[in-house]
């Protein structure tokens, strides 16, 4: 049996330093290398780890080669938010970094590539409710964009150049063992925080604002089960509708005042309501059940238990 060697690039964030907890366990982690372009925090010290640019393609050729490479879970990119800021950038980044992934497993015959869509790639003529695998794609923001353009590169590689390239369109995700990193759905992280430490919130989106969400056990589950279904199985080469709740600002705040009673939650919405407003309230993913039998396990109830008794655990371990 091939031995494998998984590269993750952009482990530092939300989802990449879960994601790269959950290859250890399946690859065992002296066949994962995690990469970002900032020293390792946290649960990334405990593997291996070293600063890669995916922007300097010399250099990620040079370490895939190095390395023996046969994986990779390519994460970096500029968020929602922080993309409307610097959105030349945001382009560089998350285009060029793909290319240069696609263009590598090209040149190394790599036998997979992993490349995170969003539910950003669709825009305000979509469908709000129950988003369709296939439909109408408008993004208004250039993170969005970045995300149609990348699943037609991940298409065309697939079809062209023969790169078995494997995509999901996340919902918001919610985790507890990274801080929010720039995204528009990052309320939903921010107020678990905030509950404990302050008791109160103050949220940028309107309390009525329903947006797909997914909790990041659940994200780690689908990368994983779409990464390990057999080729055949994968039927969708741009990139897989994928979720497990929805739920709006106010809906969360009742959830948590369950646990926490005294919490309040105010609202002021800023500019990322404009963004919100223009993505799905509800995904379709009845494909992905199809096709390589998606199943999530966490709903709003189920994920704020789960993050309000382990958050204050977690965060004791990783201040020592």
Not at 100 to 117: I, N, R
Request: charged share 25%; net charge neutral; with cysteine.
């Amino acid at each position: 049996m091939k031995k494998h060697k998984i590269l993750v690039i952009g482990a530092g964030g939300q989802l990449g330093s879960e994601l790269t907890q959950g290859l250890w366990n399946l690859y065992g982690k002296e066949n994962v290398i995690a990469t970002d372009i900032k020293d390792p925090q946290g649960i990334l010290t405990q593997g291996n780890f070293e600063i890669l640019d995916v922007l300097k393609q010399k250099h990620l050729f040079e370490f895939i080669q190095k390395n023996a490479i046969t994986q990779v879970y390519h994460l970096a990119a500029v968020l929602s938010a922080t993309g409307e800021k610097n959105p030349k950038f945001a382009w560089h980044l998350n285009m060029d970094g793909l290319i240069h992934v696609l263009d590598a497993a090209v040149e190394f015959k790599l036998d997979k590539v992993y490349w995170p869509s969003s539910i950003a790639a669709f825009g305000p003529t979509t469908p709000k409710k129950n988003t369709p695998q296939d439909t109408i794609m408008d993004p208004t923001t250039i993170y969005g964009i970045t995300k149609q353009a990348g699943e037609r590169w991940c298409h065309w590689y697939y079809h062209k150049m023969g790169v078995d390239v494997r995509s999901l369109r996340y919902p918001g995700l919610i985790g507890y063992k990274t801080k929010p990193g720039g995204g528009t759905t990052d309320y939903a992280v921010d107020i678990y925080f905030k509950a404990l430490s302050d008791k109160k919130f103050e949220c940028f989106l309107k309390p009525d604002t329903y947006l797909p969400m997914m909790y990041m056990d659940d994200a780690v589950k689908a990368t994983l089960d779409l990464m390990e279904a057999s080729s055949e199985k994968i039927k969708e080469r741009s990139s897989y509708n994928i979720s497990s709740m929805s739920f709006c600002p106010s809906e969360i705040a009742e959830e948590i005042k369950k646990h926490i009673p005294e919490f309040e939650i105010t609202y002021n919405p800023d500019f990322r309501q404009a963004i919100a407003d223009s993505w799905p309230q509800s995904i379709d993913d009845s494909k992905a059940r199809l096709d390589w039998g998606w199943n999530h396990r966490f709903g709003l109830k189920e994920m704020t238990r789960e993050i309000l008794t382990n958050l204050p655990v977690y965060e004791s371990l990783t201040a020592q």
